[in-house]
């Protein structure tokens, strides 16, 4: 039987990515009480980094924007393998910290974030909504466009 | 009745400001247990970024400090909204991160971010003290000077 | 009677550092329950920051990941002092946040970054293993060539 928020992707036409693995000597997430922090995440789809490029320099506020989603959907991965696979047991998504890379004249961040806020929020409601930081950096682990951390908290 | 911090702001002059609204699909504080996670706030005075501009490029010390401490006036807004109204109820700041929008010759991060540190400290005593991170960024949304986050505790 | 993880040190060579003090008005470190959340750690060693440079102008990875080992070396000296001394009651290595002072061509963030991870996995085995973000940034204090943040698990 598929869960609430299973029901919701299917509605969505989101499937959920197979959650990718780190590419270093560390792990996803890690869970500690009800809190799961997720690592990291790049917008790799199909095993290799989707978006690359920085915002101001030749990265499209569209393009940033896809390359936020695709973050949150491999957030949502590894969210999925932190619940046991069942997602309605993420209580709600506490934090997403979001990284563009982009030139220093660049001030459109929470326009690229929000492709992520946004996502996370048709997705899971108001239990998507969450805090969150939107901030420039001059690049990211192999050119990626954005990198996203996330916070949630199990039910 | 007003209570022990309110005494302490009065004492200091200094007035909580109204929360800020997020600006994007987030919410700008999400509690987890005893744990506030207070969104990045940016330097947001009477509804407009007061503070922009880049360190090692136009924004001098003293301006960068001024956003620094227009964040944590931000941050303990979003904190009295959390707490219920009561400032008392906030057993210890945790964490501050702050960015600060440099140039890449920039070094002096912890100057600036002491413009929100040195406040938190006069404004809740030694429950102020916190750990911290001050790291150098491109750019931040709306060309703000500063970003900071926050973790608090909830008595 | 030295400790499991003092006992594995001692295999690995590895002196815990004298924890470095918070350079402002700040701490190295607040526990808040089971969680401790370090301070962003810079590479210090007898006293000053040992590595500085940007990776992309100067500085090599080889630089850059003794730079993130010095910086783990910093936040195994707070958990230390967290812990009371005692480094077997560190349940678990939670999460890495790594800064790394670099160019926009950069892309090799997460080389630099496993100069921490790895090291922390050789320390606490898979206690050790952590979630992880790694992003670039323009500069960090004292033109630091790395910053790692740490949140970590009491048993």
Do not use: W
Request: with cysteine; hydrophobic share 50%.
């Amino acid at each position: 039987m598929a869960g609430k928020i299973e029901a919701r992707l299917a509605e969505l036409g989101i499937v959920v990515p197979t959650p990718p693995t780190a590419v270093a000597n560390y792990i996803p997430f890690v869970t500690v009480g009800r809190l799961v922090f997720v690592a990291g995440q790049v917008p790799f789809v199909d095993g290799r980094i989707a978006f690359s490029g920085k915002c101001g320099a030749g990265a499209s506020i569209e393009h940033a924007v896809a390359s936020a989603r695709a973050c949150l959907l491999n957030i949502l991965a590894q969210l999925k393998a932190a619940a046991g696979g069942d997602l309605d047991r993420i209580a709600r998504l506490v934090q997403l910290r979001g990284y563009v890379a982009c030139t220093p004249d660049f001030t459109d961040h929470p326009k690229v974030i929000n492709g992520a806020s946004d996502l996370a929020v048709q997705i899971f409601g108001d239990a998507g909504r969450h805090a969150r930081a939107a901030v420039g950096v001059p690049s990211l682990p192999g050119d990626s466009t954005t990198e996203i951390e996330a916070v949630a908290e199990l039910a």
